[in-house]
C-alpha cells in the first residue's frame, strides 16, 4: 500500500505543564532507554504485519521528543527505515521544546533524515510561559530557534497558544510579532482547553464555564474576547505572508504539514508507541496507554513468549472496525477544516456514491445560511463558517 504515514509517540516530558492533558510524564534515562528498545520492537512488529507500506511521513511527537537523548533517536529512526519501505521524499518530523537541543543533536538528526522540526514556544511573554508552567523562557527559545536554523532545517514550525489567562491583544501581538519576525516556514496557533485531571482545570473550571457560557470572567479572556485573539492572529499572520490552510495552521511559500494534511485527508496511517493511535483498513485502534504494561507487552514479543490477547493486535487497547457511514462523517468534518475543504470526486472515489446522495440537503441548508461554498468541485467552509466550526461540522454526523 503506498503513502501510508507513521506517528511515533515519546511519552516524556522534562516536567509536566499545568494545562497539558497529553499522555507524558516525568520518567529517567533508565525507562528513556527501556521505553525506545520498546518502541523500536513494536515498529518491526508493525512491519512485519503490515508488509508492503510505503510510507510518506514520519511524525515523532510526544511529550517532548527532543529530550530524548541522539542515540536513541537514531535508534528509532534507523529501525523504522530498515523495517518498512520509507520514501526518499519523506517528510520526517520531530517536535522539540526550547532547552532540550543541542548542535550535536541536531547533527545526528540531520544525518539521519530528519528534515522538519517543530518548536512549542506558546508565547514570548514570560509571565504567560511561567502561568503555562513551560521550562523555558523567551530567551531560551531564541537560543534554541537559532541552533536549529544553523543546523540547516529550512522548515520550521513554531506552535504558538491564544486564549491564555489575561492574555490581551498587546500580548498576543508581540508574541506574533517575534515569531514572525523570525521567519519560520510554519506556525500552528491553538487555543487554549482547560482539560479535566490537569492543574489548570481546578484553577480555571468555574471561568472556563462562564466562558462557554458567554458571561464574564475573571483570568480567562471572555468568548467575545477569545474570538477577537483568534480574528487578530489570523488577520495578523495573513497580512505577512502566512497562508492560513486548516483552522489552526499557517505556512509560508507552501510549506504546509504533510504528515498532519494526510490526517485530515483520511490517509492511512500507523501509530507506535505508548497510547498511539493509527487508522487502517478503516479500523480505528489506540495503544495501550500504561508506560509499564506498553514495555512488558514489546519485551515478551522481544523474547518470543507466547502472550495471549483480545483484539488483533497485543499492543492494542481499543479497536474499532468504522461502519461506512463513520468513515463518510469522518471524511467530512477532517476534511472541512481544511480551508480548501473537500472534493466532490474524492468522496465518490472513496465511497462510491454522490456526495449529494447523502449529505445533499445539509450542504443545500449551510450554503443558504452563508457558511459554506462550492467551486470548481470542492466544497469548503467560508470564513463565518470557520468561526463556529464545531457546530457546522458537525452536522455531518450520520445517524
Ligand atoms: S511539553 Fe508538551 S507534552 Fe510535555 S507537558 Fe508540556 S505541553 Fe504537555
Redesign the pocket.
Known amino acids: 500500500m503506498s503513502g501510508i504515514e507513521l506517528y511515533i509517540h515519546i511519552p516524556f ?1 522534562v516536567k ?2 499545568l494545562y ?1 492533558d ?1 499522555l ?1 510524564g516525568v520518567f529517567d534515562e533508565k525507562m528513556q532507554r527501556r521505553y525506545t528498545a520498546a518502541l523500536c520492537t513494536e515498529i518491526k512488529y508493525l512491519a512485519a504485519t503490515h508488509p508492503d507500506c510505503n510510507i510518506s511521513t514520519i511524525y515523532v511527537g ?3 521528543p527532543s529530550w530524548l537523548s541522539e542515540d536513541l533517536m537514531d535508534d528509532i529512526i534507523t529501525t523504522v527505515k530498515k523495517s518498512f519501505k520509507v520514501s526518499p521524499l519523506a517528510e520526517i518530523s520531530v517536535e522539540c ?1 526550547p532547552g532540550t537541543l543541542t548542535a550535536e543533536k541536531l547533527n545526528v538528526y540531520r544525518s539521519i533524515g530528519i528534515n522538519r522540526l517543530s518548536i ?1 514556544l506558546q508565547s514570548a511573554n514570560d509571565d504567560e510561559l511561567k502561568e503555562l508552567g ?1 521550562i523555558h523562557d523567551y530567551n531560551r527559545f531564541l537560543h534554541t530557534y537559532d541552533l536549529v536554523r544553523k543546523a540547516g532545517f529550512d522548515n520550521v514550525n513554531v506552535d504558538i497558544m491564544t486564549g491564555l489567562p489575561h492574555q490581551t491583544i498587546e500580548k498576543l501581538e508581540k508574541t506574533l510579532s517575534c515569531v514572525t519576525m523570525l521567519r519560520p516556514e510554519h506556525i500552528s496557533a491553538y487555543s487554549l482547553i482547560i482539560e479535566k485531571g490537569t492543574p489548570f482545570y481546578e484553577k480555571y473550571k468555574f471561568d472556563a464555564v462562564k466562558q462557554q457560557a458567554g458571561m464574564e470572567t475573571e483570568d480567562l479572556p471572555t468568548d467575545e474576547e477569545s474570538y477577537h485573539l483568534y480574528k487578530y492572529t489570523m488577520e495578523y499572520l495573513e497580512a505577512r505572508g502566512y497562508k492560513r490552510y486548516e483552522i489552526s495552521n499557517y505556512a509560508r511559500n507552501g510549506k504546509v504539514c504533510r504528515h498532519n494534511i494526510g490526517y485530515w485527508d483520511r490517509v492511512p496511517y500507523l501509530g507506535a508507541g505508548l497510547g498511539a493511535a493509527s487508522l487502517f483498513n478503516n479500523v480505528r485502534t489506540s495503544n495501550i496507554s500504561d508506560i509499564y504494561k506498553y514495555v512488558e507487552t514489546s519485551e515478551a514479543i522481544a523474547s518470543g513468549k507466547d502472550i495471549s490477547f483480545d483484539l488483533s493486535s497485543p499492543y492494542f487497547e481499543t479497536e474499532e472496525t468504522l461502519s461506512k457511514k463513520d468513515a463518510m462523517a469522518e471524511f467530512m468534518y477532517l476534511g472541512l477544516r481544511k480551508m480548501e475543504g473537500i472534493n466532490r470526486a474524492d468522496f465518490y472515489m472513496m465511497f462510491g456514491l454522490d456526495i449529494e446522495a447523502i449529505y445533499g440537503p445539509v450542504i443545500t441548508a449551510l450554503r443558504n445560511q452563508g457558511f459554506m461554498d462550492a467551486k470548481e468541485g470542492r466544497i469548503f467552509l467560508t470564513d463565518i463558517g470557520i468561526d463556529i466550526s464545531n457546530q457546522v461540522l458537525s452536522k455531518f454526523l450520520l445517524d
Open positions: 516530558c509536566k505543564c497539558c497529553f507524558s510526544g511529550g517532548t521544546n512549542g513551560r
